[in-house]
């Protein structure tokens, strides 16, 4: 059985009810993701933010395997 977000990303939250599209600002591609997609971009995001680089390597590692082409897009 495979772990839910809330329990890889402790306090993670998902205020999303629709996919939405999410644009790199750098490359300016975007791609649509799921509600638990942008929560844990999100959480990358942040985790940026804080300098928490075990957060982004852990919200990186889930995209690699959860939805690569989303990585490709957005965190590559």
Same mark, same amino acid.
């Given at each position: 059985?495979?772990?839910? $977000?809330?329990?890889?990303?402790?306090? +993670?939250? +998902? %205020? /999303?009810?629709?996919?939405?599209?999410?644009? !790199?600002?750098?490359?300016?591609?975007? $791609?649509? %993701?799921?509600?638990?997609?942008?929560?844990?971009? /999100? =959480?990358?995001?942040?985790?940026? %933010?804080? @300098? /928490? =680089?075990?957060?982004?390597? !852990?919200?990186?590692?889930?995209?690699?395997? @959860? !939805?690569?082409?989303?990585?490709?897009? %957005?965190?590559?």
């Amino acid at each position: 059985m495979s772990k839910s $977000i809330k329990d890889i990303f402790p306090g +993670i939250m +998902i %205020l /999303d009810k629709e996919p939405v599209e999410v644009k !790199n600002p750098f490359s300016g591609e975007s $791609i649509t %993701l799921t509600p638990q997609e942008v929560a844990v971009y /999100d =959480y990358i995001k942040g985790c940026e %933010l804080l @300098n /928490d =680089y075990d957060g982004v390597e !852990n919200g990186i590692d889930w995209f690699i395997e @959860n !939805n690569s082409k989303a990585y490709m897009v %957005l965190l590559d």
